[in-house]
């Protein structure tokens, strides 16, 4: 088994007494156990991956990205070295592995390294002499030993790659909430966790903002058909189990709503750009999309007609793309203040009306619908960023989430 534990989860002597014992209850259920920790804490703790950043920011602003992931592995090897001092305290005997001592092989795109390979055989002699192999999560390193780091939500992704190389009866992600939510619970107190998830719909959600696991250990999990469970440190509660078919005849994977989830992502900004000619024969769409992908800017709900072309990006990208947009010469508005709210869900796959219902619930909470997109299992909506807490509530009524 592997179980991967977020920073906040290892981040005093008390919580991670609470770690322990998850880790002691998988050894009594006859299980060998890799651990995968992230840094300690958030931004402002010391060892946080955030705070390392800023160390080296202060001093020089634009860090080489080699020495960045240097730094940035830190926060994760001190999270192992302390949380195996703490196993061996309680008489179970535990050894400690960087990322690229664990087998984890990336390429060199550091800051954001891909993993290409993963060679366990360490880790494997550790579990063959009962010890639990803590791990150091979000750092590889690649073919000829320069270090790196696997970016935002990189021991999730740690995580169920060695699930998927070892062969683990499953992943257990442990966070402060007690499983995947059908909507933030700060925002909608209404939400409710989920008894279990299709791959597919929770990688939806994290694409669209919701933070519980990275999209990417998703991908990996699903690709391997690995099952993930998705946990609280700090209770007994099972969770939310990811998979495409239920493991055991006790599970049953409904799919009877239409919509499992709601996700979010603020502060983004619109562009409508105005073209007097077709924008496909022009060639302008082209010019216009070349120019922001140079740029390396990144867009969302592109929608293209023969006079029009809108997108949103982030809203902190806002004069960027202001900047590159003035550029073509085409007439066009941008404006910032919003935010994408979206239904997510495998049941919306070929049923009418969902759509409908997503207007009839915005309607009566009296949203603005700015911009919509659609694939099989989600549809985002573009609505102002202060009406977005209200869209969410709106619709977890309308889909009867809280239900």
């Not at 800051?111 to 290409?116: K, L, N």
């Not at 780091?149 to 990189?154: C, F, H, P, S, V």
């Not at 257990?172 to 299709?198: C, F, H, S």
């Amino acid at each position: 088994m592997v179980q991967k534990y977020g920073g906040t989860s290892v981040a005093t002597p008390e919580q991670r007494e609470l770690v322990v014992v998850k880790i002691k209850e998988a050894i009594d259920l006859g299980y060998a156990v890799v651990v995968v920790v992230s840094a300690m804490g958030r931004y402002g703790a010391p060892y946080a991956t955030d705070t390392l950043i800023n160390l080296a920011k202060e001093i020089y602003p634009d860090p080489n990205p080699r020495e960045l992931d240097l730094l940035m592995m830190c926060g994760e090897l001190i999270s192992t070295v302390v949380m195996v001092q703490t196993l061996r305290r309680h008489g179970i005997d535990a050894k400690a592995f960087t990322g690229g001592q664990a087998g984890i092989i990336t390429d060199r795109q550091f800051g954001e390294a891909r993993i290409i390979e993963v060679k366990p055989q360490k880790i494997l002699d550790a579990l063959k002499m009962k010890k639990v192999a803590v791990v150091a999560g979000f750092q590889g390193v690649t073919k000829d030993f320069e270090a790196t780091t696997l970016g935002r939500g990189g021991s999730d992704t740690t995580a169920a790659a060695l699930g998927v190389a070892l062969h683990a009866e499953t992943v257990e992600i442990y966070t402060d909430v007690n499983g995947v939510m059908t909507t933030d619970p700060r925002l909608v107190p209404q939400a409710k966790p989920l008894k279990v998830m299709t791959y597919n719909e929770l990688c939806e959600m994290a694409h669209l903002g919701a933070k519980v696991i990275h999209p990417r250990a998703v991908e990996i999990a699903m690709n391997g058909r690995l099952p993930l469970r998705i946990k609280s440190v700090f209770s007994d509660e099972e969770g939310t189990l990811i998979c495409d078919q239920p493991p055991t005849a006790d599970i049953e994977l409904k799919t009877d709503k239409m919509v499992t989830g709601l996700a979010y992502i603020p502060e983004i900004a619109q562009f409508n750009l105005f073209c007097p000619q077709d924008v496909n024969t022009s060639g302008k769409a082209l010019e216009v999309f070349n120019l922001l992908a140079e740029a390396g800017i990144s867009l969302d709900m592109i929608q293209v007609s023969p006079q029009r072309i809108t997108f949103t990006v982030k809203g902190a990208l806002f004069e960027r793309t202001t900047a590159i947009l003035e550029q073509t010469g085409l007439e066009f508005k941008g404006a910032k203040g919003f935010a994408k709210v979206s239904v997510v869900g495998a049941g919306m796959r070929g049923v009418p009306g969902v759509m409908a219902r997503v207007v009839n619930g915005l309607y009566k909470a009296n949203v603005q619908l700015f911009q919509t997109t659609d694939s099989h299992t989600n549809i985002g909506c573009l609505v102002k960023q202060e009406d977005m807490t209200k869209a969410l509530k709106a619709l977890h009524d309308e889909f009867g989430l809280g239900e």
